[in-house]
């Protein structure tokens, strides 16, 4: 199975900060890996799919990078809106795997 | 509109059984695969198993196999989870997902306790 391993568990930022958020995986997974949003209550959100595509309607300063074992989800400017808990999802194999998540926090 | 929307959690005694449903709407649910995740409270997302889109193929997370079941009716747009010899590691909301499309229920929490 694939394992996904993802750091920092948490952050705590200001909001204007540049936060990054690492994925890696166990074996590589080409860029089958998309990251997620969720706030406390809610079901997750996707922010970024194929590793790097923002989906659509979320916002520029979202932005991911990576291909094969190692994959960052950047926010360029954190604004209030942003904190919230951060997951990656691997789909390369059948058997889905999520990272722990990255609860960003405000300072 | 696209809806997700599961049944049947509560709370139920270690060794248990419960099926959750998930009815589905707004989407052609027969053309994709269909998810079941879940998240044990102040935890993070588990995946926890997976039903092709004419439940041919299945899959599932080690800690649940032999014990959990997928399916789907693809006549009646639902999906279900049937889970067997619960045990209080099992606490958790449920979530109904297409992961393809990124479309989620809102869940239903199944708590395992005596």
């Known amino acids: 199975d694939i394992q996904m391993t993802q750091s920092p568990s948490s952050l705590s930022a200001s909001v204007g900060d540049r936060v990054t958020i690492t994925c890696r995986a166990s074996?590589?997974?080409?860029?089958?890996l998309g990251w997620y949003q969720q706030k406390p209550g809610k079901a997750p959100k996707r922010l970024i799919s194929?590793?790097?595509s923002l989906q659509s309607g979320v916002p520029s300063r979202f932005s991911g990078s990576g291909s094969g074992t190692e994959f960052t989800l950047t926010i360029s400017s954190l604004q209030p809106e942003d904190f919230a808990t951060y997951y990656c999802l691997q789909h390369n194999s059948y058997l889905r795997t999520f990272g722990q998540g990255t609860k960003v926090e405000i300072k | 509109e696209v809806h997700l929307v599961e049944s049947g959690g509560g709370l139920v005694q270690p060794g248990g059984s419960l099926r959750l449903s998930c009815a589905a709407s707004?989407?052609?649910?027969?053309?994709?695969?269909m998810n079941w995740v879940r998240q044990a409270p102040g935890k993070g997302l588990e995946w926890v198993a997976n039903?092709?889109?004419?439940?041919?193929?299945?899959h599932y997370v080690d800690s649940v196999k032999g014990r959990f079941t997928i399916s789907r009716d693809n006549a009646k747009n639902s999906l279900y989870l049937e889970m067997n010899s619960l045990r209080a590691e099992d606490t958790a909301v449920y979530y109904c997902?297409?992961?393809?499309?990124?479309?989620w229920g809102q869940g239903t929490l199944v708590t395992v306790s005596s």
């Open positions: 039903i092709y889109q004419d439940g041919s193929e299945k």
């Open positions: 074996q590589g997974i080409r860029n089958d």
């Open positions: 194929a590793a790097s």
């Open positions: 997902a297409n992961l393809y499309s990124d479309y």
């Open positions: 707004g989407f052609t649910f027969r053309n994709y695969w």
